[in-house]
């Protein structure tokens, strides 16, 4: 029977197919297998690179005190981590409770703790990369890559057990997601955008500034406005799931009054911490000038519409909120400095024959100072491990210990081997037990008793670098007796913290 007879009403034969020769179907195949290849090889050269720049020095550098707090909180139980959001710090709740795991399977110590921190540091790499190429090309990717794995800003967070790291491999990741919508829009990956934008905020609320740059995003690509309607539900459906977090972060607000009122000198300040010393900075600049001006997209979205609004409107928003309530400090807007890389790379990528490697090479060298001094534990925050040392050399059993003022409590909850055997005398409840930091002293009147007892006649004092011209009733209690009833028998200075010996 003729073929045509068993075609449906309104159906077309079938062209004839006419593969071609078996030739260019292998090179085919072979090209499609050298893309595949590609796509792993490249980001893998960069995270590499920031891999072994977080490696470098993370075990030589002590505790400061936030770290020192991560370290405390982490060891607490679930329901322990969970009872402290209730009263302090719920918008590192989420944070705590993954450092958690990393405690149970990898123990406390300095380099444990940052290793988080350092494995993100290396995905925020790739994921740079990979936005590279996608928006530019492999070429411009790979420089991308190359200049966040050598910025000094990113790899001093990937020495620290906080999320600021974590937020940045989010946060870049996030955005690959975002460009691949664009492309290849569905269900199933807007629920994973809405989702994962979700979690950065659990992970830090001030992550979610990404969603303002990457709504201008859209409104600043043609091609992408169509992206409007079922991008805004996905971020809506997002903040909708955060907003319990935000509504007892605002709670807690008061968490935040050691901030001030940032000016000019804050926006200048985290353009050279983004960038380093001002010869980085200019050429970085000229780099990022010439791709704002020359760069070509690779599809939908182009660099300079995702990169300029990421760049910006977080740290931007942020500075103008802070003027109300201050809310800024630089390490809040760590997620925006993928975007120098991929506007510098853009300016780079341009560069003839590879030359992108003289400046790559100029600027590794013009910063090597800084990612060396930057890895000194002379040049950390505080240095808690020394202070802990003091205490563990010229402790003797059964010595009080004084705090001033309580959350200095941080030192002996991060280095607790060291306070072995000396007695807290003013703590009535553990802060795992007050869900706190400092956890609960006893009233004024009662630890001066405590002091004042025949059976106290070694105090030691850990307070700040300086101490405040006013104290509350139970810090002025603990310098009233020591003043009264001991002698000052020794000080100890370190960074960030001062011990005194008192003796009867």
Same mark, same amino acid.
């Given at each position: 029977?003729?073929?045509?007879?068993?075609?449906?009403?309104?159906?077309?034969?079938?062209?004839?197919?006419? $593969?071609?020769?078996?030739?260019?179907?292998?090179?085919?195949?072979?090209?499609?297998?050298?893309?595949?290849?590609?796509?792993?090889?490249? $980001?893998?050269?960069?995270?590499?690179? =920031?891999?072994?720049?977080?490696?470098?020095?993370?075990?030589?550098? $002590?505790?400061?005190?936030?770290?020192? &707090?991560? *370290?405390? &909180?982490?060891?607490?139980?679930?329901?322990?981590?969970?009872?402290?959001?209730?009263?302090?710090?719920?918008?590192?709740?989420?944070?705590?409770?993954?450092?958690?795991?990393?405690?149970?399977?990898?123990?406390?110590?300095? @380099?444990?703790?940052?290793?988080?921190?350092?494995?993100?540091?290396?995905?925020?790499?790739?994921?740079?990369? #990979?936005?590279?190429?996608?928006?530019?090309?492999?070429?411009?990717? @790979?420089?991308?890559?190359?200049?966040?794995?050598?910025?000094?800003?990113?790899?001093?967070?990937?020495?620290?057990?906080?999320?600021?790291?974590?937020?940045?491999?989010?946060?870049?990741?996030?955005?690959? !997601?975002?460009?691949?919508?664009?492309?290849?829009?569905?269900?199933?990956?807007?629920?994973?955008?809405? =989702?994962?934008?979700?979690?950065?905020?659990?992970?830090?609320?001030?992550?979610?500034?990404?969603?303002?740059?990457?709504?201008?995003?859209?409104?600043?690509?043609? /091609?992408?406005?169509?992206?409007?309607?079922?991008?805004?539900?996905?971020?809506?459906?997002?903040?909708?799931?955060?907003?319990?977090?935000?509504?007892?972060?605002?709670?807690?607000?008061?968490?935040?009054?050691?901030?001030?009122?940032?000016?000019?000198?804050? +926006?200048?300040?985290?353009?050279? +911490?983004?960038?380093?010393?001002?010869?980085?900075?200019?050429?970085?600049?000229?780099?990022?000038?010439?791709?704002?001006?020359?760069?070509?997209?690779?599809?939908? &979205?182009?660099?300079?519409?995702?990169?300029?609004?990421?760049?910006?409107?977080?740290?931007?928003?942020?500075?103008?909120?802070?003027?109300?309530?201050? @809310?800024?400090?630089?390490?809040?807007?760590?997620?925006?400095?993928?975007?120098? *890389?991929?506007?510098?790379?853009?300016?780079?990528?341009?560069? $003839?024959?590879?030359?992108?490697?003289?400046?790559?090479?100029?600027?590794?060298?013009?910063?090597?100072?800084?990612?060396? =001094?930057?890895?000194?534990?002379?040049?950390?925050?505080?240095?808690?491990?020394?202070?802990?040392?003091?205490?563990?050399?010229?402790? /003797?059993?059964?010595?009080?210990?004084?705090?001033?003022?309580?959350?200095?409590?941080?030192?002996?909850?991060?280095?607790?081997?060291?306070?072995?055997?000396?007695?807290?005398?003013?703590?009535?409840?553990?802060? =795992?037990?007050?869900?706190?930091?400092?956890?609960? %002293?006893?009233?004024?009147? %009662? &630890?001066?008793?405590? !002091?004042?007892?025949?059976?106290?006649?070694?105090?030691?004092?850990?307070?700040?670098?300086?101490?405040?011209?006013? !104290?509350?009733?139970?810090?002025? +209690?603990?310098?009233?007796?020591?003043?009264?009833?001991?002698?000052? +028998?020794?000080?100890?200075?370190?960074?960030? #913290?001062?011990? *005194?010996?008192?003796?009867?």
């Amino acid at each position: 029977m003729d073929s045509k007879l068993d075609l449906l009403p309104g159906d077309r034969p079938a062209p004839a197919a006419h $593969p071609g020769p078996p030739s260019e179907d292998a090179s085919r195949r072979t090209e499609a297998r050298r893309e595949r290849w590609k796509a792993w090889l490249l $980001p893998s050269g960069p995270a590499l690179l =920031a891999l072994a720049m977080g490696l470098w020095g993370a075990g030589r550098l $002590p505790l400061w005190r936030d770290e020192a &707090i991560t *370290s405390e &909180i982490a060891r607490r139980s679930t329901p322990d981590i969970l009872w402290c959001a209730r009263h302090i710090d719920a918008v590192h709740a989420v944070y705590y409770l993954f450092m958690h795991g990393v405690v149970q399977l990898f123990g406390a110590g300095e @380099f444990a703790l940052r290793l988080p921190s350092i494995a993100a540091f290396a995905a925020t790499a790739a994921g740079v990369t #990979v936005l590279g190429r996608r928006i530019m090309s492999g070429s411009a990717g @790979f420089v991308a890559g190359l200049l966040y794995a050598g910025a000094p800003f990113a790899s001093h967070y990937a020495h620290e057990a906080r999320s600021y790291s974590l937020v940045a491999a989010l946060t870049v990741w996030l955005t690959v !997601l975002f460009v691949d919508l664009a492309e290849r829009g569905s269900r199933r990956r807007y629920a994973a955008y809405g =989702a994962g934008i979700a979690l950065l905020g659990l992970v830090h609320l001030f992550a979610l500034l990404i969603l303002p740059a990457h709504l201008a995003t859209l409104l600043l690509s043609r /091609r992408t406005r169509t992206m409007l309607r079922p991008w805004s539900a996905a971020a809506a459906s997002a903040v909708v799931a955060v907003s319990p977090l935000i509504a007892l972060a605002v709670t807690q607000r008061n968490a935040l009054d050691w901030l001030a009122r940032p000016g000019w000198r804050d +926006a200048l300040y985290l353009a050279e +911490a983004f960038t380093g010393p001002r010869t980085v900075m200019d050429l970085l600049g000229a780099a990022m000038a010439v791709g704002l001006v020359t760069a070509r997209r690779r599809g939908p &979205i182009g660099p300079q519409a995702l990169a300029v609004p990421w760049l910006l409107l977080p740290a931007a928003l942020l500075l103008l909120a802070s003027q109300f309530h201050p @809310f800024y400090t630089g390490r809040y807007v760590i997620g925006s400095l993928p975007a120098v *890389s991929l506007l510098a790379a853009a300016g780079l990528a341009r560069l $003839p024959h590879r030359t992108w490697i003289a400046p790559i090479v100029a600027m590794a060298v013009l910063l090597e100072p800084l990612q060396v =001094a930057q890895r000194r534990p002379e040049n950390w925050w505080d240095d808690l491990r020394g202070a802990a040392a003091i205490v563990r050399q010229e402790a /003797r059993p059964g010595d009080a210990v004084l705090f001033l003022t309580a959350d200095r409590r941080s030192i002996a909850e991060a280095y607790p081997d060291a306070f072995r055997g000396t007695r807290d005398i003013a703590l009535r409840r553990t802060p =795992a037990q007050a869900g706190n930091f400092g956890g609960t %002293e006893f009233s004024p009147s %009662e &630890i001066g008793r405590r !002091l004042a007892g025949a059976a106290t006649t070694r105090v030691w004092l850990l307070e700040g670098p300086w101490r405040s011209p006013s !104290l509350d009733p139970r810090d002025r +209690a603990k310098v009233d007796v020591l003043q009264r009833h001991f002698r000052q +028998a020794g000080v100890w200075r370190v960074r960030g #913290v001062t011990l *005194s010996l008192f003796q009867r």
